[in-house]
T-cell receptor, first 110, second 115 residues
Framework: GENVEQHPSTLSVQEGDSAVIKCTYS??????FPWYKQELGKRPQLIID?????GEKKDQRIAVTLNKTAKHFSLHITETQPEDSAVYFC?????????FGAGTRLTVKP | GAVVSQHPSWVICKSGTSVKIECRSL??????MFWYRQFPKQSLMLMAT?????????EQGVEKDKFLINHASLTLSTLTVTSAHPEDSSFYIC???????????FGQGTRLTVV
């Protein structure tokens, strides 16, 4: 089955700096890669996603890149703000079989 | 986005009793629902995947007789923790996927405390 690895497990950045979270997946058939943000005490919510026919997608300060050959994808947050502090999860899926990475706790220091 | 409602948001029960947690998709038909357990500061641990009308598929190491999952309709899945013990205390969270898309929508989670 699919196995998703996520790094780093914790990340601390200064406000205004960029943050990058990386994930790798094992099943080359995976075709959908969402990223979720979970704030303390709240449910995970989708912040951006990318499909296997696209190499990069951007939405304001967040962007995701996908390298199908290497089977890895990354989340990039620019100009970080304290409200970006949360746990971020990557996932890889084939149809309705979705597997999550272990999560990255991002702390943005003011 | 679509709405998934989980109930109750928190529950305290005595050791040895059973607790039922409901996960409802309010505005779409959820053909697949997922149940996760999340420990403090840790990742989402997938417990099982359920498709409407069929038996749930449990992940390795998850006791199917202890964590009963029912997905009897396209809008409701339930997780019953049977004969709960203090070590079952955790945050349980569900997510749901519809037929047409691949995005998973999460419920708000249930904090279970077994005393």
């Amino acid at each position: 089955g699919e196995n998703v690895e996520q790094h780093p497990s914790t990340l601390s950045v200064q406000e205004g700096d960029s943050a990058v979270i990386k994930c790798t997946y094992s099943d080359s058939a995976s075709n959908y890669f969402p990223w979720y943000k979970q704030e303390l005490g709240k449910r995970p919510q989708l912040i951006i996603d990318i499909r296997s026919n696209v190499g990069e997608k951007k939405d304001q300060r967040i962007a995701v890149t996908l390298n199908k050959t290497a089977k890895h994808f990354s989340l990039h947050i620019t100009e970080t703000q304290p409200e970006d502090s949360a746990v971020y999860f990557c996932a890889a899926s084939i149809g309705h079989d979705m597997r999550f990475g272990a999560g990255t706790r991002l702390t943005v220091k003011p | 986005g679509a709405v998934v409602s989980q109930h109750p948001s928190w529950v305290i029960c005595k050791s040895g009793t059973s607790v039922k947690i409901e996960c409802r998709s309010l505005d779409f038909q959820a053909t697949t629902m997922f149940w996760y357990r999340q420990f403090p500061k840790q990742s989402l641990m997938l417990m099982a995947t359920s498709n409407e009308g069929s038996k749930a598929t449990y992940e390795q190491g998850v006791e199917k007789d202890k964590f009963l999952i029912n997905h009897a309709s396209l809008t409701l899945s339930t997780l019953t923790v049977t004969s709960a013990h203090p070590e079952d205390s955790s945050f349980y969270i569900c997510s749901a996927m519809g037929q047409a898309n691949t995005e998973a929508f999460f419920g708000q989670g249930t904090r279970l405390t077994v005393v």
